[in-house]
């Protein structure tokens, strides 16, 4: 079975001023080209359909025909919401749609029903969890042993009820500790919103969404697809792509990153007002794309940004890097330190030495140790 696994389309999303309704529409459209060469059986789509709980119309219109057209294709399509998504706005209407093709997660209720497709091996189980936090399994789940995200997806995993000798396929929307982030997903304090990645061990594949770089977390069949676009600076170096996963007999899988190529690419641009003027430095960028530009000059140009747009139309952002602006940047960062506590500032010490946050347990031992430090001190 061809499983075509895509996510955090963030449909209505904007570049600084820039609204990407266009960029997003001519990307949905590669990604049904990649429907119709390569005829997956089912689409999973694994949250953030759209950027923001209350979506533009426009992006609603936008989703209704890519969901359309997906359906004419003859592909199934298997959704749930993200932390970015209004879960029941999402899944208004899905008991109609489905007996269109169209599987959409209903708001998390205790009970995750699958979705069942056969093929030549028989049949794949689809599972759609769609974003939960630990009070919404919690509240389901009273008894049960949960202080974590991880032991709320352990628990909302077991009331599934999987049969671990079938092929099962998993949809979720969460932060997998080890994922590498970027600046674009919401972060929680303190990484209490981390899961393990073992809460997933022995379901075939986990079709993930959340984080916006493609990647495989644990196992290669644990699996974030990416964004289809690029949605910010720290993701320019990124190359997008969907993912397609064939499912052969219980225990072959196969991942494969299709590319995707957008309308406008996302560039970081660094140099003299002069040099970014003369569009034969930049000969290998394409001038319509969205570019955040950086300038070494030691005098701010006046307008600058206006200046820069005759040139690179589409500009989201400009910052200056030289003596003025790396005081300031001291400045402010001394000043931020400042108003941190305690318990915060060594947060930022362990992210600084560790490249990660500090887990829920972690936290609480440095808050209740200071806590005792401070105490005797008095």
Known sequence: ????????????????????????????QAILD??????PQAVVI?????????????????LDGFLWALQQRGAEVLLIAGNHDSAERLAFGARLMAGSGVHIAPVYDGHVTPVTLT?????????LLPFVKTAHVKRFYPDADIASTTDALAVAIREMGMDYGARNVLLCHQFVTGAARTESEELSLGGADNVDAAVFDGIDYVALGHLHGPQSVGRETVRYCGTPLKY???????????????????????????PLTPRRDVRALRGSYMELMDRRNYENTATDDYVYVTLTDEEDIPDGAARLRTVYPHLVQLTYDNRRSRTDAALAAAQAA??????ELMGRLYQQQNGADMNEAQSAYVKELMAKIWEGER
């Open 34 to 39: 990649k429907v119709d060469a390569l005829a």
């Open 232 to 258: 910010s600076l720290s993701e320019a170096g990124q190359e997008k792509s969907v993912t397609l996963v064939t499912l052969g007999e219980k225990g072959r899988v196969t991942v494969e990153a299709l």
């Open 119 to 127: 093929d030549a091996y028989g049949p794949v189980h689809f599972y």
């Open 46 to 62: 694994a949250g953030d359909v759209y950027d923001k709980p209350l979506p533009p119309a426009e992006a609603v219109t936008l």
């Open 338 to 343: 400042e108003k941190l506590t305690p318990p």
């Open 1 to 28: 079975m061809r499983v075509l696994h895509i996510s955090d389309l963030h449909l209505g999303k904007r570049l600084n001023e820039f609204s990407l309704l266009d960029d997003q529409a001519y990307i949905l």
